[in-house]
Each structure stands twice: as structure tokens, then as C-alpha cells.
């Protein structure tokens, strides 16, 4: 006895009987949860069943109806000619007494059918379709999603929905189009064996819902009355051990029994249930186990070759080697393997157990259980396989990143990207260590050391302008699992396609750029030649290139002058700048169709020269601002000059001959007035002043 006074093995006792209490509780409960789970289904398949009967006897009417050409019946208020049936011959005739008739068709014969079934039973029928001829006959939105399903290759929909203020179980399945159909909806463009709609069931729930809640009582009760019934015999039995406590040994021998065999049941239960006596052969295998495999009970009898004799063969040796290591080493025992099931399919299942030996080591029995794992084992092979997909992606990414990189490359030479790129592809592949690459161009071939010619070749033509200039070929040295498209992926086909597209790409970008920079070397020479100096602005950085003959034309050395924009207008003479500024910015802004000035540039010696200053833009971005403009100076300080002494030569001459204008008119009125003074004096002839202003050489 310890200090409360109560024995070690009553406070084992109680422990054991609470966890039974426990265990017991969540066993009755997880029952109850288990049969009202199979209640409600078994309830869901009585309204499909009842559904689907009404769906299938509604077929049949329709079907009676159809085959028949349509019924006729009384016209009535309710029932008055068929606009649809129109253009029916004698959709309308007379008995002989009379009596007037109308051909209605089986859908209208169904649709007063469900009326009928509606106000009898409170069960509703509708046909209904993506595209009726009757606006009536519109699907609401849970038949339009069913009606969409069909079309998806969908055979049957169903589900508890609420209608009209009430739960319904609603049921609905396609209807297909037979010859009969065709005297309503061949307008329609329906043919033979074509969904044309479908047909809905909607089944009052309540009833069902009202069983349903009247099982939940029952089971209920009964449940609870059976865990009341457990929980008295668990505290009887409490009582009655605690008065056999004089019996202590056989009791914990009795206890260490138990707990060895739940330990058992713990380690090995999880689905289906088995136990194997080696000694004998006997095999135990429970109803779930076989249920497992699908088989019943009666149909696999309890010997060990029902299970051994379920194995895959490539499963057979791991299964046998696991079951001796258990048995011999004690190695735990969980394996999963595939076993054969009544169908034929192999399934996977993890199978674990526990063994339990006698004295000398000797295996007596070995208790386990299997579960159903091939769900997951599918999880794990597609995981493995997308995997394995984006390795696969992202090596091909970065075998067209790296072959554009070298493409871009301008230290390379041609040569050198075909080396460079070839080496690429292997790594790129499915195989790599199995692969070897060739690029053929210009009567050259470019390979990986493992080249070799084999049968097993993918290939690409390397396009310039549209023309085959060159070859990409990827060869497998030995021969590969044949997959869905062959022995290389689809993805690798197309990798092979993009590599030899970058490559025509490169070509051309290199043919490009060397005949650019041989047209450039050109227009720059002719420039040079010429004696013009040229700049290159670009724009956005603000950047300018000084060609050599522009440094040297205002007497800088080539290091003197920097290539930022100041470098010029700081030169530009002041009295200059703002009209030359204004000029070029109403080209730069397009209101120019060019840029020309004439203005004075400060020279390294500190004098001022003439410059004729030209450009153009030759780069404007998708808004139109300007990116690159290029431009010459023009040294015209010699042409200024002579303007210069021509203007002065003019402004002379103009003086010389207003003087001599002048000295004419004084003469001429000298004349005048020598001539009337001798008038006045009476003289017979004026005086001769024919000599004033004359030449020296032509006077007297």
C-alpha cells in the first residue's frame, strides 16, 4: 500500500477502465456516426431509385408515344392544336360522329403528364433542353448546369436542391435523339444519337429528411442504450476485479495477455484484417480484406495461398525477404506491394503485421492489417513525374537563356557560338549522358565530343531570310524508352525548333550588323574625306560622339574634347546661340523638316570660326521624341570671309558712282545758268560749257 492507501494495481485498474470507457465511447459513437452515414445513403439511393424509375417510365411513355407518331385527343381549352405540329398532315381530324381531334406530340403528352404528377404525387417532371422550341420548356439554372454536364460526356446528375421555398432531390439525365424526334426537331438541326436535352425528376425531400431524423432517434437510443449497457458491464467488471485482487498473478497474466494482443490489434488494424499461423498454413482473412480485393467472404478461402497467391510477381521476393526478416531478425514488418484483385487489376497496399513467438524464438501466429494506398502511390507517381517535367522545363529554359546569351555575345566570333552552343544541348535532354549534338553551316560542322551518327535523330534547319542556311541535329547514342510521341519529347522537338531559329537569328543579326558597320565605315570615310567633321547625339543619355575632323577643324587634339552636349554649345559664339538652339529644337520637335546653321564656334586659339552646322534624326521613339541625330560641321570661315570683302566692294562702288551722279547734276545746272546769263547779256549763241565736268583729256 503507498500513502493514499490504494494498491498500484487498482490505480492500474482505473486507468485501464477509463481508456475502456474512452475507447468504448468513441466506438459507439464512431458506429452511430458510421450508421446514419449508411442510413442517409441508403436513403439518397431509394430517391434516385425512385427517380430513375419515374425518368425510366417516362422514357417508356414517351417512347410508346413517339413510336406511335404522337396520340390523338379531344381539343379542349387545355389541350388546343399543336402550333409546333403545323405543318403535320391531319394534325387535326374528325370521328365519324364528329368529335374533333388534335395530334399532340410525346413531349406535350409528357408535360400534362407532369402536371397530373404534380398535383397527385408533388413530384415534378421537365423536359427540357439547351435550345426548346417552347420558351416554357427553358432549363432553370441547376438543369442548365446539368444540361451542360451531359455535354461533357456527363450520364447522370443529381443532388438535394431547394425549389420553390422546399428541398427537393433533384434527378436528371440526358435524353437521345431518335428518328421519331425528327418530325418536331429536325428544324433544329438535331441528329440521330445526339443529345437533344434532358429529362428532370424532382422528388420531395421532406419525407425522406423526416426517416432520416426518425433512424437518427432509433439509433440513437439504441446506441445509447447499448453504450449505458457497456459502461454498467465495464464498472461490473471493475467491481469484480477488484475483488479477485487475491489473485494477483493470474490477473496480471491475464492483463499482460490483454494488452499483448491489443497491442497487436493496435499495431497490425487499420482495413483488412488478417492472421497467419506459419506452423499450419492457416490464414485468417476478414470480410474487409477480401471486400478490399473485391471478392466476398464465400470466395477466398482462409489458407495462406489466398494471399501470397494475390502478389505481383515483382512483388513476390520483397514480400518473402520482409516476412523473414520479421520473423528472424525482428525487423519491423510494413511493405507495400500489389495484389491481384477479382477483377484482374493490380492495386497497391501497404501491408503491415506483428509477429508473436514462443520461448525459443519460434514465430506462433503474425496478426496485420492491409490499406488500400494505390490513390496515393498514383499521387506519388505524378508527383514524381511533374516533377521530373520541371526539371526537364527548366533545363530546356536554360539552354535557350544561355544559347541567346553567347548569341548576344559580341566577343564571340560565329565560329565560336556554333562551339559554344552545340555543347549546350546535351545537358538540355532527357538522356544527357546518351546525347550528342551537330550544327552544320557553311560547309562546316560543329559536334560534341561524343558525336556519333545514329538512327536515333532529331533535327531543324537553321532559316536566313527564310532560306535553309544551316543544319541542328540531336542524336540519342543508344536506343530509349519509346514514349507517347516517340523516343524524344514533344517539348525537346520544339527545343531543337527555337535553337535553330536563335541560331538563324544570330546569323543574321552578325550579317546585319558587319554589313551596318561597313556602311558606317563608308559614310564616315566619305565624311572624312570630304573635310566635314561629324557628331552622333544620342538623345535620351545625352551622349555625343565628336568625330576626330571635328576636333581637329576647331584645333583640339582627340583627347581635348569630352562627349557630353556642352562640349559644343559652351563653343557656340553668345550673339549665335539662341538662334541656333531655337532651330534645332523646331526640328528635334518635328515642326523642322532638318537642322541647319550658320554660327561661329570658339576655336582652341581662342578665335572665332565660321561653322555651317547640319543634321537630321534618324531615331524617334513610338511618341515621336527623338533618339539619335547625326549631324557635320562645315568649316565655311574662308567662304564668310569672302562674303565679307564682296559686301565692302559693293558698299564702295555704291558710294562712287552717288558722287559722280551729284557732280553731273551740278554741272548740268552750271550749264544752265551760264547758257540764260547769256541770253540776258544778248549774246547770239550760249557759251560752250559742253567742257565743264568733262574728262581732263576732253577739255579745251
Known amino acids: 500500500m503507498n500513502a493514499a492507501g490504494q494498491n498500484p494495481l487498482d490505480r492500474q485498474l482505473d486507468k485501464a477502465i477509463i481508456g475502456m470507457i474512452v475507447f468504448w465511447s468513441v466506438v459507439i459513437v464512431g458506429f452511430a456516426a458510421w450508421n446514419y452515414w449508411r442510413s442517409y445513403t441508403a436513403t439518397i439511393q431509394i430517391a434516385r431509385a425512385f427517380a430513375n424509375e419515374s425518368f425510366n417510365k417516362d422514357l417508356i411513355y414517351r417512347h410508346w408515344g413517339a413510336s406511335h407518331g404522337g396520340v390523338y385527343v379531344p381539343i379542349t381549352p387545355e389541350t388546343p392544336p399543336s402550333a409546333a405540329l403545323a405543318d403535320v398532315p391531319e394534325r387535326d381530324i374528325s370521328t365519324p360522329s364528329g368529335k374533333k381531334l388534335t395530334l399532340i406530340n410525346p413531349a406535350l403528352m409528357m408535360r400534362q403528364i407532369y402536371e397530373m404528377g404534380k398535383k397527385e404525387f408533388n413530384s415534378t417532371g421537365h423536359i427540357t433542353s439547351l435550345n426548346p422550341i417552347r420558351p ?81 432517434l432509433v439509433h440513437g437510443l439504441g446506441y445509447g442504450t447499448i453504450w449505458i449497457i457497456g459502461l454498467i458491464g465495464m464498472l461490473f467488471a471493475k467491481t469484480r476485479l477488484q475483488q479477485l485482487l487475491s489473485e494477483r498473478r ?45 471478392y466476398q467472404a464465400h470466395e477466398l478461402p482462409n489458407v495462406q495461398e489466398s494471399f501470397f497467391n494475390q502478389i505481383h510477381p515483382d512483388d513476390v521476393a520483397m514480400a518473402q525477404e520482409a516476412v523473414r526478416a520479421h520473423f528472424e531478425e525482428r525487423k519491423p514488418y510494413q511493405i507495400e506491394l500489389r495484389l491481384r484483385c477479382k477483377s484482374g487489376e493490380y492495386r497497391w497496399f501497404s501491408s503491415r503485421g506483428q509477429a508473436e513467438w514462443d520461448e525459443q524464438g519460434r514465430p506462433l501466429r503474425m496478426s496485420g492489417s492491409i490499406s488500400d494506398i494505390t490513390e496515393s502511390e498514383q499521387m ?67 559536334t560534341t565530343d561524343n558525336y556519333a551518327e545514329t538512327r536515333w535523330k532529331l533535327s531543324a534547319d537553321i532559316a536566313i531570310a527564310g532560306t535553309k542556311a544551316g543544319t541542328l541535329e540531336v542524336l540519342y547514342l543508344a536506343e530509349k524508352p519509346e514514349l507517347a510521341e516517340g523516343p524524344f519529347l514533344k517539348e525537346e522537338r520544339a527545343l531543337v525548333e527555337e535553337l535553330a531559329r536563335t541560331l538563324g537569328v544570330t546569323i543574321e543579326r552578325r550579317q546585319a550588323e558587319a554589313v551596318l558597320r561597313e556602311s558606317e565605315f563608308r559614310w564616315k570615310f566619305a565624311l572624312e574625306g570630304a573635310g566635314d567633321g561629324l557628331w552622333d547625339w544620342d538623345v535620351p543619355t545625352g551622349k555625343v560622339f565628336f568625330s576626330k575632323r571635328w576636333k581637329e577643324m576647331l584645333g583640339f587634339a582627340a583627347d581635348e574634347v569630352g562627349n557630353g552636349l556642352d562640349e559644343w554649345r559652351k563653343r557656340v559664339h ?4 539662341a538662334q541656333v538652339m531655337n532651330a534645332l529644337q523646331a526640328h528635334l520637335a518635328g515642326s523642322a523638316a532638318h537642322y541647319a546653321s550658320e554660327h561661329r564656334v570658339l576655336c582652341k586659339d581662342g578665335r572665332w570660326k565660321w561653322i555651317l552646322d547640319r543634321a537630321l534624326v534618324v531615331s524617334r521613339d513610338a511618341g515621336g521624341k527623338p533618339l539619335r541625330v547625326i549631324g557635320t560641321h562645315a568649316d565655311i570661315s574662308e567662304r564668310k570671309q569672302a562674303e565679307e570683302t564682296l559686301r565692302h566692294q559693293n558698299a564702295e562702288l555704291r558710294f562712287a558712282d552717288t558722287a559722280g551722279v551729284e557732280r553731273e547734276l551740278m554741272m548740268i545746272d552750271l550749264k544752265n545758268q551760264v547758257n540764260a546769263l547769256s541770253r540776258q547779256l544778248g549774246r547770239a549763241a550760249p557759251y560752250d560749257v559742253s567742257f565743264v565736268g568733262a574728262p581732263p583729256q576732253n577739255r579745251p
Open 380 to 446: 506519388k507517381q505524378d508527383l514524381a513525374h511533374k516533377a521530373l517535367e520541371a526539371r526537364e522545363r527548366t533545363k530546356e529554359l536554360a539552354c535557350l537563356y544561355q544559347a541567346s546569351l553567347i548569341g548576344l555575345d559580341p566577343l564571340l566570333s560565329l565560329s565560336e557560338v556554333f562551339e559554344k552552343t552545340v555543347r549546350l544541348v546535351p545537358p538540355a535532354w532527357l538522356y544527357p549522358e546518351s546525347t550528342c549534338a551537330r550544327i552544320v553551316f557553311g560547309g562546316r560542322a560543329y
Open 250 to 294: 493470474r490477473a496480471e497474466g491475464a492483463l499482460r495477455l490483454s494488452v499483448a494482443r491489443f497491442e497487436r490489434a493496435v499495431d497490425g488494424a487499420n482495413d483488412g484484417i488478417w492472421e497467419w499461423i506459419p506452423a499450419t498454413g492457416e490464414d485468417y482473412l476478414s470480410p474487409r480484406w477480401k471486400q478490399l480485393l473485391g
Open 574 to 577: 553668345p550673339d549665335d546661340i
Open 136 to 216: 416554357e420548356n427553358a432549363p432553370d439554372e441547376w438543369e442548365k448546369l446539368a444540361l451542360q454536364a451531359f455535354e461533357r460526356g456527363a450520364t447522370e446528375v443529381s443532388s438535394i436542391e431547394p425549389l420553390k421555398g422546399e428541398s427537393y432531390y433533384r434527378f436528371m439525365r440526358p435524353m437521345i435523339t431518335e428518328a421519331a424526334c425528327l418530325k418536331c426537331h429536325a428544324k433544329q438541326g438535331y441528329k440521330v444519337g445526339e443529345i437533344r436535352g434532358g429529362v428532370s425528376v424532382s422528388v420531395p425531400w421532406d419525407s425522406y429528411r423526416q426517416g432520416l431524423s426518425s433512424d437518427l
